[in-house]
C-alpha cells in the first residue's frame, strides 16, 4: 500500500497550489479520501474529505471556499486544489485513505506528507 503526496512547496500569500496523493496498491475507489494537515507545534487536522464515489464533500470552517478536494478513481488519485493561501496554512500536509469497517475500527492508510509553506 502507498499514497505518495506532491505539489507541496513555497508559494506567496494569495497564491495557489494543487496537492496530488496518488494512490496503490488497494482498490483506491472503495476508500473515502481526506486530507489532513499539521502546523508546528500543533495536532493534526482534518481539511477536507470525499467519499468513495466522489458525490460529497466536507471541509474545515477554516478552508471552506478556498480549498477543493476532488479525486479520479481512475488514475487512482485524490486532489486538493488550494487557493488563496494564507500564512497559517502553512504546514505539512497529508492524505489518508479510510475503508469502514462493519466493526467501526476503519481501515486507515496514511501518506508520508508534502510540505506547504505560505510566505512572502
Known amino acids: 500500500v502507498q499514497l505518495v503526496e506532491s505539489g507541496g512547496g513555497l508559494v506567496q500569500p494569495g497564491g495557489s497550489l494543487r496537492l496530488s496523493c496518488a494512490a496503490s496498491?488497494?482498490?483506491?475507489?472503495?476508500?473515502?479520501m481526506s486530507w489532513y494537515r499539521q502546523a508546528p507545534g500543533k495536532e493534526r487536522e482534518l481539511v477536507a474529505r470525499i467519499t468513495s464515489a466522489g458525490d460529497s464533500t466536507n471541509y474545515a470552517d477554516s478552508v471552506k471556499g478556498r480549498f477543493a478536494i476532488s479525486r479520479d478513481n481512475a488514475k487512482n488519485t485524490v486532489y486538493l486544489q488550494m487557493n488563496s493561501l494564507k500564512p497559517e496554512d502553512k504546514a505539512v500536509y497529508y492524505c489518508?485513505?479510510?475503508?469502514?469497517?462493519?466493526?467501526?475500527?476503519?481501515?486507515?492508510?496514511w501518506g508520508q506528507g508534502t510540505q506547504v509553506t505560505v510566505s512572502a
Open positions: 496498491g488497494f482498490t483506491f475507489s472503495s476508500y473515502r
Open positions: 489518508k485513505a479510510t475503508l469502514p469497517q462493519a466493526s467501526g475500527t476503519d481501515r486507515d492508510y
